[in-house]
């Protein structure tokens, strides 16, 4: 019930979309009627024409001949028609399916991060893709063969009562019997193809497990035992596999079988009609070929139903992410943030992911302007946090951060974000060249200006040893280049602009020593006279700090200088103690 | 030319894992041939109604006939669910071998055909390639002989019926299947293009998400969404090009058999003007036509299907035919004496595809219940000594002894199991902690297990959860955090008792304090394995009997941390940038 309340929201969501195409979608209807009462009238003219071939000698070859002419001009125009109505329902299809990507596009670009840290992404992008493909493969379908299927029978039954009452009769009672056959079997098969796609998720599952992690098995020789699981559930899928697909190919055979009887009363029927002079031969013709024509439809719609109702599940997934509510848009009065002077003023910040689970509580911290903030603490321990709130990605709980004395809830993000420079250890490129990466900022800036700050994070000398240089393309993974590299990138990326604040995470392990020099020269150029917050594992960088953020399970546990936490022989000391100093 | 033989054989050979259902695909496409026959018989049946009984006003022979026709839907629909029981069989059971014989020919792959092939191809290749298989090898079975007997048949019936008129047929098939197939082969390479242009919005789609913090920190998102605004209506108009010539399909067709059905209808005039033909037999001409139509068709969506199918066998065979380079002895050597020894000498390894050995002249020894530290740059090969070890690759020089006789001459099990290994990606599966620690030995008791938690430092979380160790493990451990994982699988092998540990970076998650408690639990271990740690940290490997430092593949020293400090000027590197003042401080 409620399913089917939520297919009737989609519908209307669906429709929403379709109506500035209510052009197209008119001439479509109009050409599928065209379409179908020309075809339907060829089987007419078909029958007349083999009224005049009587026997020998007995035919009207000038009468075939003008019937042959009406034929061949009604098979133009239903040719035209159907081209035109194919046609217009292709533009509407992906045009709609176009708009309903574009949307939601530009949904994700507003969505609140809570939202898209909580989605996979690769869920997200196979709403994007994948649903909205299969939406567009059933609304296309939907247009063609619900359009013309509808027509068609209502047409055949028009045209048939127009001919003959009583054949008509015959046919209008045996089809249902179609219908309820597939109906029947479809009811049948639905629950085991449930099944089946159940145990075909569960054996997919176990297979990227067991493949995806193949060494992990291997090196526990485990395949022997993970052998006899994958038959276990291999024997299951090929059971209910068999038992779906043999359900679901008897429906052809049976409804094929009631057209048979479809064709075969009509014959009968027919032909003591004809005997008792009721109609001719002719038109006997002209019937059986519509028995095969009426009862198509049928079939075909059962079809068009399923698929569109996959469809609309498949929009229905879209138009959740469409409908999610966005972050709270900027405030009316916004002001826009031109040049920070670097002090970040953090009073009384409360903020949790989770309502229930209390992450940051009664957090104040002063900065001053050029001063550095280094947040440490073991992996995992919420130090993105604090990123996510300056940057703005998350907004406070209670309290209120300040840049320049300003609430940033009381500034563009925009304005916001372009007064920070951020690299951090995700070093995400995109696909395109290397000058585009680096100049991703600043679009407009000249190839001098990216050299320059190319040379200023050190990145200068690989890109230049790189084949094509600036213009190496990037691949999606960014399998062409090193990780180390990748930051340096990043750091160039964020040279060109150079904004007044910095949020930096250190390299950890994944960086040889070499690379992580040069990253460590470049972050300090960077950082001088600038506000700095930075993930630090460095000693070096740690020290240097004004500040220290001792961060544990997601908690600022400690803060202060180095001496003073030293002193206070907490959790930073034991840190301390156990990483850097010598016994 | 070549090729396609060689495509040819490979074919061939998956035919093997349809052996067992031989009688079944035999079957199932005769009994489909039956009923194309019956279906032929219909409109004669219809002709000899109206030439015979509407001529003679015979109601009982109308009848009879008409009752005949039933007859025949009967058999026909009988022969027919037939034949898609032995498709359905067939197909499903060969997909369900096929699945088998991958899943254990993939188990048996060594790492180096792991590397080139890549987890997530092969799981395509079992998945979503088995499955379009198992489909089209269905359609196969159930029409591909099918629809071209009912073409040809309904040919040789229509010249049975009169040879001249229907020469119209001999005309209007070949035009049919020069339009149908003209029409498929313009467009497939253009969907083909179309798929490009999706992949191109997907890749958009996808930077934008896993960059979502990168693109708002520059404030692009205006950008964003029109780059992927210009990639989307370029898809559309591409959709829309390719649309308008496969949406000439069914218009032509229609056009070319309904022009034929005119000619036809004069054609048959004539002849029943001559004498030659009855009025009921031009009937079953016209008959004939439609049913070849409609034959034709579907022959065009099978071809599709099929050629998918085919594709796609063509890959899973490309796996099956993938064999593991590493070759098991033939006559394998019992164990050593010295137990817990590992030796390398002038060890180099080169990897498939390489250009550049990642390994090269490296020799030590490791004796029982040592801790030999391994440390380097990313890409120096600390990785790969270690998996020299367990022989997960296999030298291209040199040598590695383990317990005194060479890798390659143990049975690989054998060899597996003296080792228990902690890579770098903690991976745990879908189940409980217990099961995920029985990975290690599958009969260790209750008490092992705790001990070995204990260990790994990883008893404390454990008796947190609410199910200890019933405590169910999600799907790729994601309800664990990052360190409680390593931790995890850090145990999972000592659950092992293993003769020598290996820990390649396994503790980079945990924090200094835990990392520390860890390696001096794992020293005081009961039955002292030889522990393999590799490392970015130079403070975990400080008190090391041995310690490897790598750069670029080659060993630039071995020995003592204080040995290394005055000797070897890489390490000294190292050990400065990470210690960078703290020396001072200490100092002072």
């Known amino acids: 019930m409620k399913g089917k309340e939520v297919q009737k929201g989609t519908l209307k969501k669906v429709l929403r979309r379709i109506r500035s195409y209510w052009m197209f979608l008119a001439l479509s209807v109009l050409l599928a009627a065209v379409t179908v009462a020309a075809t339907l009238y060829i089987p007419i003219l078909t029958g007349r024409a083999v009224d005049l071939v009587i026997g020998r000698g007995e035919v009207d070859f000038s009468g075939i001949f003008r019937i042959l002419l009406q034929i061949g001009v009604f098979i133009g125009i239903a040719a035209l028609s159907q081209w035109g109505m194919n046609l217009s329902n292709n533009r509407v299809a992906y045009r709609v399916v176009r708009d309903i990507r574009n949307e939601a596009m530009e949904k994700i670009q507003i969505l609140p991060l809570r939202y898209l840290d909580a989605h996979p992404s690769g869920d997200l992008v196979s709403r994007v893709i994948a649903d909205v493909d299969q939406f567009a493969d059933g609304l296309l379908m939907g247009f063609t063969q619900l359009f013309t299927g509808v027509i068609t029978i209502l047409g055949t039954l028009l045209f048939m009562l127009h001919e003959d009452v009583t054949i008509t009769v015959v046919v209008v009672l045996i089809t249902p019997v179609s219908l309820l056959v597939a109906a029947f079997i479809a009811k049948r098969t639905y629950a085991m193809f449930r099944k089946q796609s159940q145990v075909r998720g569960e054996q997919t599952g176990f297979i990227e497990e067991m493949v995806g992690n193949q060494k992990v098995v291997q090196a526990f020789g485990h395949e022997e035992k993970s052998m006899q699981q994958f038959e276990e559930i291999n024997e299951r899928l090929r059971k209910c596999s068999l038992r779906a697909i043999f359900f679901s190919s008897i429906t052809n055979p049976s409804t094929r079988f009631v057209n048979s009887l479809v064709y075969t009363g009509v014959g009968i029927v027919g032909a003591l009609s004809v005997v008792s002079g009721g109609i001719t031969v002719g038109t006997l013709s002209c019937f059986l070929s519509y028995a095969n024509q009426y009862t198509k439809p049928f079939n075909e719609i059962s079809g068009v139903v399923t698929e569109l109702q996959n469809a609309l599940a498949c929009a229905s997934r879209v138009f959740e992410l469409i409908e999610e509510e966005p972050q709270q848009p900027d405030a009316q009065d916004a002001r826009v943030l031109e040049e920070a002077d670097g002090s970040v003023n953090i009073e009384q910040v409360g903020f949790s992911y989770v309502k229930s689970r209390k992450l940051i509580e009664n957090f104040t911290l002063k900065v001053a302007p050029g001063q550095r903030v280094a947040l440490v603490g073991p992996t995992g321990c919420g130090k993105t946090t604090v990123i996510n709130l300056l940057m703005r990605f998350y907004d406070v709980d209670s309290g209120a951060i300040s840049v320049s004395g300003t609430d940033i809830r009381r500034l563009t993000r925009k304005s916001l974000r372009r007064n920070y420079g951020m690299v951090l250890q995700d070093t995400w490129l995109k696909r395109g060249t290397i000058r585009e990466n680096i100049a991703y900022g600043r679009p407009e800036a000249s190839l001098e200006e990216v050299v320059e700050a190319a040379k200023a994070a050190h990145a200068h000398s690989f890109i230049k040893r790189l084949p094509e240089g600036y213009d190496t393309v990037i691949s999606e993974d960014g399998g062409n280049i090193s990780q180390g590299q990748k930051q340096l990138l990043c750091i160039a990326r964020v040279m060109l602009c150079l904004p007044p604040m910095l949020i930096l995470d250190e390299a950890t392990s994944s960086i040889d020593t070499r690379t992580e020099q040069r990253i460590q020269k470049a972050f300090q150029k960077m950082m001088q006279g600038r506000t700095s917050f930075i993930v630090a594992h460095r000693l070096s960088t740690i020290m240097d700090a004004d500040v220290i953020l001792v961060m544990r399970d997601g908690h600022i546990i400690e803060q202060g200088t180095h001496r003073e936490l030293l002193e206070r022989g907490g959790f930073y000391s034991e840190l301390y103690n156990s990483q850097f100093v010598q016994t | ?588």
């Open chain 2, 1 to 588: 030319m070549q090729r396609t033989e060689k495509e040819g054989t490979r074919l061939k050979k998956l035919l093997v894992y349809m052996k067992e259902y031989k009688k079944e695909s035999i079957l199932g496409p005769l009994f489909k041939l039956l009923e194309a026959t019956f279906e032929l018989l219909v409109p004669l049946v219809m002709a000899s109604v109206i030439d015979v009984g509407i001529h003679n006003r015979d109601q009982n022979y109308i009848i009879r006939m008409c009752l005949l026709l039933v007859g025949l839907g009967v058999v026909g629909l009988i022969c027919s669910i037939t034949a898609q029981y032995f498709a359905a069989k067939a197909s499903v059971g060969f997909a369900a071998n096929l699945r088998r014989a991958l899943f254990s020919h993939i188990q048996s792959l060594s790492f180096t055909e792991m590397d080139r092939v890549g987890g997530a191809t092969l799981i395509t290749r079992m998945t979503s390639d088995v499955n379009q298989v198992q489909n089209g090898v269905n359609l196969t079975l159930r029409l591909l002989l099918r629809s071209p007997f009912v073409v040809f048949g309904a040919m040789v019936m229509a010249f049975t019926v009169d040879w001249k008129a229907a020469l119209v047929f001999a005309a209007v098939i070949p035009l049919l299947a020069a339009v149908v197939f003209g029409i498929m082969l313009w467009t497939m390479p253009r969907y083909k293009k179309v798929q490009a242009g999706l992949d191109r919005v997907l890749g958009i789609t996808r930077e934008n998400l896993t960059g979502v913090r990168v693109v708002r920190a520059f404030g692009r998102e205006e950008a964003e969404t029109r780059r992927f605004q210009e990639s989307n209506r370029e898809l559309t108009n591409l959709q829309v090009f390719v649309g308008r010539i496969s949406s000439l399909m069914n218009p032509l067709t229609f056009v070319l058999i309904n022009v034929a059905a005119a000619v036809l209808i004069w054609v048959g005039a004539v002849r029943v003007d001559a004498g030659f033909l009855t009025q009921g037999a031009v009937v079953a001409l016209l008959n004939y036509m439609s049913q070849i139509l409609v034959e034709l068709i579907k022959m065009a969506n099978l071809i599709i299907n099929i050629s998918k199918a085919l594709a796609c066998a063509n890959r899973i065979s490309n796996v099956l035919e993938t064999e593991s380079t590493l070759a098991s002895p033939v006559s394998p050597k019992a164990s050593g004496e010295e137990r817990g020894t590992v030796v390398f000498e002038n060890v180099s390894l080169t990897y498939a595809g390489a250009g550049a050995p990642s390994l090269t002249n490296l020799s030590f020894r490791a004796g029982p219940g040592e801790t030999i530290g391994i440390i380097g740059g990313t890409g120096s090969g600390k990785s790969t000594v270690v998996n020299l070890i367990p022989r997960f690759y296999d030298v291209t020089e040199g040598r590695v002894l383990v317990d005194g006789v060479d890798v390659r001459e143990y049975d690989v099990n054998v060899l597996r199991g003296k080792i228990g290994a902690v890579m770098q990606k903690a991976v745990l599966f879908t189940g409980t902690i217990r099961e995920n620690l029985l990975w290690g030995r599958e009969d260790a008791g209750e008490e092992e297990l705790w001990q070995a938690l204990e260990t790994a430092q990883a008893r404390e979380f454990v008796e947190q959860k609410p199910g200890k160790l019933e405590e169910a493990v999600s799907q790729g451990g994601k309800n664990l955090s990052g360190g409680q994982k390593q931790r995890l699988t850090i145990a999972r092998a000592l659950v092992r008792r293993p003769e020598i540990l290996i820990l390649d970076d396994s503790a980079s998650a945990l924090d200094f304090a835990t990392d520390a408690k860890l390696r001096k639990a794992i020293r005081e271990m009961p039955g002292a394995p030889t522990v393999f740690l590799v490392s970015q940290r130079a403070s975990s490997l400080q008190y090391a009997d041995q310690i490897i430092v790598l750069d670029d593949g080659e060993a630039v020293g071995i020995g003592t941390h204080s040995e290394l400090l005055e000797s070897c000027e890489v390490y000294r590197e190292i050990y400065e940038s990470q210690f960078q003042k703290a020396g001072k401080e200490a100092a002072v």
